[in-house]
């Protein structure tokens, strides 16, 4: 498991910076603006809930991009790396990553754009492309105001009850998991079974989420998680999880 998986059980990391504002500087937006249009134009969107006549926007994005997609981008990073870089910065990194693999531009072409602006001095006031169609702006705002949803009917009966004691699974994660580091192999009790399954994007492979399942939140003891001396013992930690990674006490 990488560090940056566990971030909950590390102490003495150093200080945090706190930054108040959203976006640090203005290509920061930018970035995210580019990442909500991927993900409003994904081919997956053919087949979520509710469905999208994606095929029928005049895109020539034509590749599966969501969530997950991103998280991998960054969770894949060596962790020195990952450290050392801002928040957005992984964003940018991940998906100029994802778009040179899906053939949408080259290393080179990238570089080569890359360097021109920094000559120039304006990364931060670089024009935006003109043009753009009606069709894909409908298409994203209408993303951002409906989403994907992961819920699907439940396949199995959930395993768990409300009241049972359960121990996280210690699984074997590959660039991206949703499985708290700080809880692996930390006992619980199951506090709510949420209502119907819940799919993830894509299949994690070793991880095991993927296909729709059951989820639960799970409460925790804070010294079962980080010590009695620094818990305090009137809290309850709860944290909603896959049931792949919920074991029977």
């Given at each position: ?114 360097a021109e602006y920094l ?35 439940v396949p199995d009966k ?92």
């Open positions: 498991m990488k560090l940056q998986h566990h971030l909950g059980g590390i102490e003495n990391l150093g200080p945090v910076d706190f930054q108040k504002r959203v976006f640090v500087a203005p290509w920061e937006e930018r970035i995210f603006g580019i990442h909500v249009a991927m993900m409003g134009l994904s081919n997956h969107l053919a087949s979520a809930l509710p469905k999208y006549p994606i095929s029928e926007v005049p895109t020539r994005f034509e590749s599966f991009w969501t969530w997950g997609h991103l998280r991998t981008g960054a969770e894949a990073m060596n962790p020195f790396d990952y450290f050392k870089f801002r928040y957005y910065e992984k964003w940018l990194g991940g998906i100029s990553g994802f778009f040179v693999e899906e053939g949408y531009v080259t290393e080179e072409e990238l570089d080569a754009k890359t000559a120039d001095g304006n990364v931060d006031e670089a024009p935006l492309p003109k043009g753009g169609s009606p069709a894909i702006d409908s298409q994203v705002i209408r993303y951002l105001l409906e989403g994907d949803s992961p819920k699907r009917e959930p395993r768990f009850k409300v009241g049972d004691k359960v121990t996280i699974k210690d699984v074997p994660p590959e660039a991206h998991t949703r499985c708290p580091g700080h809880l692996r192999g930390r006992a619980g009790v199951i506090s709510e079974v949420y209502e119907g399954a819940y799919a993830y994007f894509f299949s994690t492979g070793p991880d095991g989420i993927g296909e729709p399942m059951p989820c639960y939140s799970v409460a925790f003891e804070p010294a079962e998680i980080w010590g009695p001396k620094l818990s305090d013992q009137k809290s309850t930690f709860y944290a909603d999880l896959f049931e792949v990674y919920i074991e029977a006490a």
